[in-house]
């Protein structure tokens, strides 16, 4: 698929011709991943974070935000809970949080190792090359680093480099990851205020460049409490122009993306279900999408966590687990069995073809 096409897409509002993009992607998705729909169990480990992003409701200088991390004790017994609900993979994730100290963030990964079969995914932000060697190390097995937008100008307006450090880029810390071993993860907002259409369609070209294990895609919903959620309108393109903020287009977005890498796992976001919560998160899976990502974070903290308002924050966590099993089935589809490894990684494990 090629720019052109990816832009004609995002603009194509025709009912008939949007019919075959969402089937496009569905026999993607099934020929390419099957009908599995693997569940990954969300651990938001702290919501303390060191940076100033415009669009984050956890963002350092959020005033009136409680703040908490968890313990080593917390984390083992959200993992043994993904284990007990069937799950192969759980994701920890944070804000930029320097007090998570790496080498104790080690000890706790090698003991979800020792203890439990699950797949550890890292979602904790730039954090250093060192860092993330010492967690390959202890068995990190995948790390999601959203690059936002692929607009550079977009990105550094909207993402301030941490006080006092070099900007990083993320495209950089990307290819290091894969280079340690990581199955990588990235993945934009959708509707950016000051994201075009023609930025949204590069983001995706550049999915498939980067050839993506995971690709995690989310409308922008505006937090009332940061400069985003303020003065958004204002930094919006002309319509027609900016990308809109939208269901539609976050699913455009995930149907795109399935057929750029085909062999991804690409979960139906929160901010989708957010958005619609009666039918958010099945469109995700009907259009492309193949994981969903139960949120396991102790009830008393899941509020905190609070990135965007109103995050569809699963309820409780049994009941959602029934409910999102029961989804899966209703639309045909089967619960995810084993640790769900990118398809993409496996090809790229695989002894290539004997050179002569
Ligand atoms: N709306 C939608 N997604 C958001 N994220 C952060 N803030 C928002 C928001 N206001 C996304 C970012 C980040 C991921 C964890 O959550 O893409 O990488």
């Known amino acids: 698929?090629?720019?052109?096409?990816?832009?004609?897409?995002?603009?194509?509002?025709?009912?008939?011709?949007?019919?075959?993009?969402?089937?496009?992607?569905?026999?993607?998705?099934?020929?390419?991943?099957?009908?599995?729909?693997?569940?990954?169990?969300?651990?938001?480990?702290?919501?303390?974070?060191?940076?100033?992003?415009?669009?984050?409701g956890v963002r350092a200088d959020r005033t009136g935000l409680p703040r908490y991390r968890m313990t080593a004790g917390e984390i083992l017994a959200a993992a043994d809970k993904a284990?007990?609900?069937?799950?192969?993979?759980?994701?920890?994730?944070?804000?930029?949080?320097?007090?998570?100290?790496?080498?104790?963030?080690?000890?706790?990964?090698?003991?979800?190792?020792?203890?439990?079969?699950?797949?550890?995914?890292?979602?904790?932000?730039?954090?250093?090359?060192?860092?993330?060697?010492?967690w390959r190390d202890a068995g990190a097995?995948?790390?999601?680093?959203?690059?936002?937008?692929?607009?550079?100008?977009?990105?550094?307006?909207?993402?301030?480099?941490?006080?006092?450090?070099?900007?990083?880029?993320?495209?950089?810390?990307?290819?290091?990851?894969?280079?340690?071993?990581?199955?990588?993860?990235?993945?934009?907002?959708?509707?950016?205020?000051?994201?075009?259409?023609?930025?949204?369609?590069?983001?995706?070209?550049?999915?498939?460049?980067?050839?993506?294990?995971?690709?995690?895609?989310?409308?922008?919903?505006?937090?009332?409490?940061?400069?985003?959620?303020r003065d958004g309108q204002a930094w919006c393109l002309p319509p027609g122009e900016q990308a809109p903020a939208d269901e539609l287009t976050g699913c455009k977005a995930v149907a795109l993306a399935r057929i750029v890498c085909p062999r991804a796992n690409i979960p139906s976001t929160t901010a989708l279900a957010t958005l619609n919560a009666e039918g958010g998160r099945q469109l995700g899976l009907a259009r492309g999408g193949n994981v969903v990502m139960p949120n396991l974070t102790p009830p008393a903290y899941r509020a905190m966590y609070e990135i965007y308002p109103g995050k569809a924050s699963c309820g409780e966590t049994d009941e959602f687990d029934r409910q999102v099993k029961a989804g899966i089935v209703?639309?045909?589809r089967t619960i995810g069995r084993g640790r769900g490894d990118s398809g993409a990684y496996r090809l790229r494990q695989a002894p290539g073809p004997m050179k002569a």
């Open 330 to 332: 209703a639309m045909g």
């Open 141 to 229: 097995d995948r790390y999601l680093l959203r690059f936002e937008t692929s607009n550079k100008a977009l990105f550094a307006r909207i993402h301030p480099a941490r006080p006092g450090a070099e900007p990083r880029d993320r495209l950089a810390i990307l290819r290091y990851l894969r280079a340690m071993g990581y199955e990588i993860g990235s993945g934009v907002m959708v509707g950016i205020p000051g994201q075009s259409l023609d930025d949204l369609a590069r983001d995706i070209e550049l999915f498939g460049e980067l050839d993506l294990d995971m690709i995690g895609l989310g409308p922008f919903i505006a937090h009332p409490d940061t400069p985003l959620g």
């Open 83 to 134: 284990v007990a609900l069937g799950y192969g993979t759980v994701v920890l994730q944070s804000g930029e949080d320097w007090s998570i100290e790496a080498r104790w963030l080690a000890e706790v990964i090698r003991r979800i190792k020792a203890e439990t079969p699950l797949a550890i995914t890292l979602s904790l932000g730039e954090r250093t090359n060192d860092e993330l060697a010492l």
């Open 1 to 56: 698929m090629t720019h052109d096409d990816i832009r004609s897409w995002l603009r194509q509002t025709e009912p008939g011709r949007l019919e075959s993009l969402w089937k496009h992607a569905d026999d993607v998705r099934r020929e390419c991943v099957g009908d599995e729909v693997h569940l990954r169990g969300l651990i938001e480990i702290s919501n303390h974070c060191s940076r100033q992003c415009l669009y984050c």
